[in-house]
């Protein structure tokens, strides 16, 4: 996140005011304005999401390290996220394919890029989402 405007009233009725947004990796929801309220309490409507990178082409060497591949049920990108991060924090990427491998990683090897129609397969827990293709990785940042 970063901050572009702080707004400060002092006097009986203090008013504190940030405005953030999220950096170019995540796409936002939200106003990004952060009030604070009386009791010292911040208060804001902002979400910094992962961004969608495309559809990239896999192979057998892998996008991902291997070892970070979940097959999980009711997948969509958000689930895939919250399982990556319950295991660590510092993962930086996720990968959805063929509709319920979910990959995590620090790193990723980026083969080529596909059309986003190779990553057409629906995902379970979201119709309105797709979860990547046949050897096609959808990838997000975290």
Known sequence: MSAESVERWDGIGIKRRIHLKCTDEY????????????????KSDMVCNGKR????EDNETRSFDPRNYHRLQ????????????????????????????CFC?????????RSDNECYITCPGNEK??????????????
Do not use: P
């Open 27 to 42: 796409e936002q929801t939200g106003n990004g304005i952060f009030i604070c309220n009386g009791n010292g309490k911040w």
């Open 53 to 56: 990178l495309g559809c990239f």
């Open 105 to 113: 990683g620090h790193h990723v090897k980026f083969w080529n890029r």
């Open 74 to 101: 009711n997948m969509d990108a958000s689930v895939c996220r919250d399982h990556c991060l319950k295991i660590d924090q510092e993962f930086k990427y996720i990968g959805l394919q063929h509709g319920s491998a």
């Open 129 to 142: 989402e797709t979860c990547g293709g046949d050897w096609r990785n959808e990838i997000f940042t975290v």
